[in-house]
């Protein structure tokens, strides 16, 4: 049976059954659990330390009425830190890499931002659709761009992540391919290959852990300019 590079993006399943929930509830068993003590090992302190670093740069620009997201917001980075690295591995499935996940995180967090501005704030999230001193001609044209550019956000988000992830799993593939393709041929150009292999590799961790941030750093700019 011929396989495509692009099979292994799509879900895995056993007798019907998706296997994605199981994929995604796996990553937060790895995490230490909290007990009583403040300080129980190495891998708790750095836990907490990067926790609270996380949290003090999203909630920074923040007003204090918007610190009750702080919660959330880092659940959520951690959730798509650990999803994203743990995708890296051989012989794994990274679920980021679905379009519908991603905006089914993407859709629901955006809208809760959009209606906090709402009630809070309906003048002010309602003027953002019309810069002030607009030309009385250009008035219908920019409240149309700026509501597309509005409902176009958590598009963006979904897609972006999706759309990063994909492309570092495809390329590893190929270089990966083609490593192995040319080393009975030419060994030292096989070589070669797997050493910007392992370069790439690095780089896609870096890539997993810097659109995790992003994902969740551009909801909170979401959060900040609608409070």
């Known amino acids: 049976m011929n396989l495509s590079f692009f099979d292994q993006f799509t879900s895995p399943s056993f007798l019907g059954i998706p296997l994605i929930l199981i994929s995604m509830l796996f990553p937060p068993l790895l995490l230490p659990s909290p007990n009583n003590r403040w300080i129980t090992n190495r891998l708790s302190t750095l836990q907490t330390w990067f926790l609270h670093l996380i949290t003090k740069q999203l909630m920074i620009p923040l007003n204090k009425k918007s610190h009750k997201w702080a919660l959330t917001l880092s659940s959520l980075m951690m959730f798509l830190l650990t999803i994203n690295l743990l995708g890296l591995l051989p012989y794994t499935f990274t679920p980021t890499t679905q379009l519908s996940m991603n905006m089914a995180l993407a859709f629901p967090l955006w809208f809760a931002t959009l209606l906090t501005g709402l009630r809070n704030q309906p003048s002010i999230s309602l003027g953002h659709l019309l810069p002030e001193g ?26 972006r992540l999706t759309a990063n992830l994909t492309a570092g799993h495809l390329l ?24 910007i292999l392992l370069l790439l590799t690095l780089l896609e961790v870096a890539v997993a852990m810097i659109q995790a941030y992003v994902f969740v750093l551009l909801l909170s700019l979401y959060l900040q300019e609608n409070t």
């Open 172 to 195: 590893i593939q190929l270089i990966s391919t083609a490593a192995i393709t040319l080393l009975p041929i030419m060994p030292a150009v096989s070589i070669l290959t797997t050493s």
């Open 134 to 159: 607009t030309p009385t001609p250009l008035i219908p044209a920019l409240i149309m761009i700026e509501t597309i550019s509005l409902l176009i956000r958590p598009l963006a988000l979904g897609v």
